[in-house]
T-cell receptor, first 115, second 116 residues
Framework: SQTIHQWPATLVQPVGSPLSLECTVEGTSNPNLYWYRQAAGRGLQLLFYSVGIGQISSEVPQNLSASRPQDRQFILSSKKLLLSDSGFYLC??????????????FGQGTRLTVV | AQTVTQSQPEMSVQEAETVTLSCTYD???????LFWYKQPPSRQMILVIRQEAYKQQNATENRFSVNFQKAAKSFSLKISDSQLGDAAMYFCAYRSSYEYGNKLVFGAGTILRVKS
């Protein structure tokens, strides 16, 4: 069966420090991968998605970047965190076929607090 | 671009009763998928139910059912015999059948409170 791992679960970082959140998927190949952010009490905003190694699409211009160095690894980064980067970050995967009747599967999330 | 609207920020229901959460969406496409996700206090996103737009029959999963009105672009979730464990934030989501990347577009969510 497929599983998705996301870490760390909680992170407190000072303003101006770097960020690296990692997500890995097991039990599937060639997944689409996603990073979402959820502000307190609000909906999910898609930040980045990837359909293959090295292929990153950005949905929202911001202080963050994403990379996919391996097929089942997705990394969210920042060189210098801002207070506004605080939030709950969710990694997700789905099958690649556009017509597939399948949902997105989510990791357990990272709560990031920038102080 | 597609948008999803959940007009109810919060809803309350008495235990064992029925509640309906609303969702509308905007799209020019004819084929797509719709989902309801549940996010309990643990914040783990859990799929509740999905609907394929080309299927006229409304999806049902145990106590959860949807009312899919394609022409009205409406996709409401009905929870029957509500339980305390149903208390969570519920998100409606849309996915295109054509668009590259299989991205989900989410509504803002509805907080459901269940009273004992």
């Amino acid at each position: 069966s497929q599983t998705i791992h996301q870490w760390p679960a909680t992170l407190v970082q000072p303003v101006g420090s770097p960020l690296s959140l990692e997500c890995t998927v097991e039990g599937t190949s060639n997944p689409n991968l996603y990073w979402y952010r959820q502000a307190a009490g609000r909906g999910l905003q898609l930040l980045f998605y990837s359909v293959g190694i090295g292929q990153i699409s950005s949905e929202v211009p911001q202080n963050l970047s994403a990379s996919r160095p391996q097929d089942r690894q997705f990394i969210l980064s920042s060189k210098k965190l801002l207070l506004s980067d605080s939030g709950f970050y969710l990694c997700a995967w789905s099958v690649r076929s556009p017509g597939a009747n399948t949902e997105a599967f989510f990791g357990q999330g990272t709560r990031l607090t920038v102080v | 671009a597609q948008t999803v609207t959940q007009s109810q920020p919060e809803m309350s229901v008495q235990e064992a009763e029925t509640v309906t959460l609303s969702c509308t969406y905007d799209t020019s496409e004819s084929d797509y998928y719709l989902f309801w996700y549940k996010q309990p206090p643990s914040r783990q996103m859990i799929l509740v139910i999905r609907q394929e737009a080309y299927k006229q029959q409304n999806a049902t999963e145990n106590r959860f059912s949807v009312n899919f009105q394609k022409a009205a672009k409406s996709f409401s979730l009905k929870i029957s015999d509500s339980q305390l464990g149903d208390a969570a934030m519920y998100f409606c989501a849309y996915r295109s059948s054509y668009e590259y990347g299989n991205k989900l577009v989410f509504g803002a969510g509805t907080i459901l409170r269940v009273k004992s």
